[in-house]
């Protein structure tokens, strides 16, 4: 609103300066100016929502038709073409990978807002590599996983391949958002930790950090669904076989690589459709069960 009220001002000066001096038809202008973006605002907000119901609406009709007892064995075969395994691996893989970024991302934004001197020109190069790795095609980080972990230190097809190479992927994120979050506390936190003879260490784990948490555990769930929906670099470095892995050295499918699987088969097209609305629920399973826990953490804080 304070927005629109501005461009409205701006308009009016421009309208003054060409030589439209009659109040009426200012008025008439301005008035005309502010529907139009109204309009504009809501026809924005009804075409992205309509986009988002008529994507998630036509995979739903697509799949919920063909899901069967038998999509969730746990065994696959190419009868049952089972997501079960697929479904533990992305379970695993998504841990796995969020227990390598998680702490590394966390602790590189406490460097930098609360330990890193400010204007420091190391600052800048940091904040300029994590953007740029941010904007890195996921299949450029498949091709490195593959060329440095796969094959350069021989750990093969393999999770642990895979979780090391999302963890790359999703550390910018999590560290911008915890930077963030971190700058987001007021100074008046820290005034009052340091006055009551706090030391910097107990102040950032103690006062800082818990009240920093659900901006970072915003971030957190914005990794995980990246995690959970990414293909590309999983196939060079987590392998698609159809197995619960029982070793990190072992080659698993994740659910998205699973369903790119069964659609690019061209023989289990449904089945791939019947993944998808699978993936879904789990994407909103998690992001509601994020939110709930940030929401109480929030509250703890």
């Given at each position: 609103?304070?927005?629109?009220?501005?461009?409205?001002?701006?308009?009016?000066?421009?309208?003054?300066?060409?030589?439209?001096?009659s109040r009426k038809v200012r008025l008439i202008l301005i008035k005309a100016y502010?529907?139009?973006?109204?309009?504009?605002?809501?026809?924005?907000?009804?075409?992205?929502?309509?986009?988002?119901i008529f994507i998630v609406g036509f995979i739903f009709v697509k799949g919920v038709p063909y899901i069967k007892p038998s999509l969730f064995s746990l065994?696959?075969?190419?009868?049952?073409?089972?997501?079960?395994?697929?479904?533990?691996?992305?379970?695993?893989?998504?841990?796995?990978?969020?227990?390598i970024a998680a702490p590394l991302g966390i602790f590189a934004a406490i460097f930098l807002v609360e330990y890193a001197k400010r204007g420091n020109k190391i600052l800048g190069i940091i904040r300029m590599t994590t953007e740029t790795l941010s904007g890195i095609p996921s299949i450029v980080y498949g091709l490195f996983g593959l060329l440095f972990f796969v094959t350069f230190l021989g750990w093969g097809f393999s999770v642990l391949a895979g979780a090391f190479t999302l963890a790359i992927m999703i550390l910018p994120l999590i560290m911008r958002s915890a930077e963030e979050a971190l700058?987001?506390?007021?100074?008046?936190?820290?005034?009052?930790?340091?006055?009551?003879?706090?030391?910097?260490?107990r102040t950032v784990?103690?006062?800082?950090?818990?009240s920093a948490m659900p901006?970072?555990?915003?971030?957190?769930?914005?990794?995980?669904?990246?995690?959970?929906?990414?293909t590309a670099a999983?196939?060079?470095?987590?392998?698609?076989?159809?197995?619960i892995p029982t070793d990190p050295m072992q080659s698993a499918r994740t659910l998205s690589v699973h369903m790119y699987?069964?659609?690019?088969?061209?023989?289990?097209?449904?089945?791939?459709?019947?993944?998808?609305?699978?993936?879904?629920?789990?994407?909103?399973?998690?992001?509601?069960?994020?939110?709930?826990?940030?929401?109480?953490?929030?509250?703890?804080?």
């Open positions: 609103m304070k927005i629109q009220k501005e461009k409205a001002a701006k308009l009016q000066i421009i309208l003054e300066k060409i030589g439209v001096v502010e529907k139009l973006m109204a309009v504009l605002t809501w026809a924005a907000a009804a075409l992205t929502i309509g986009t988002l065994t696959y075969n190419s009868d049952n073409v089972s997501l079960m395994p697929a479904m533990i691996s992305t379970i695993i893989m998504t841990l796995l990978s969020l227990l700058k987001a506390v007021p100074d008046t936190y820290r005034e009052g930790a340091f006055g009551l003879g706090a030391g910097k260490l784990f103690r006062i800082i950090l818990p901006g970072i555990l915003a971030g957190i769930i914005l990794s995980i669904g990246r995690i959970v929906g990414e999983l196939i060079y470095t987590a392998g698609t076989v159809a197995q699987a069964l659609s690019s088969e061209g023989l289990h097209t449904n089945e791939g459709y019947a993944t998808a609305v699978i993936l879904l629920l789990v994407v909103v399973l998690i992001n509601t069960l994020s939110a709930k826990i940030a929401k109480r953490i929030g509250r703890m804080a």
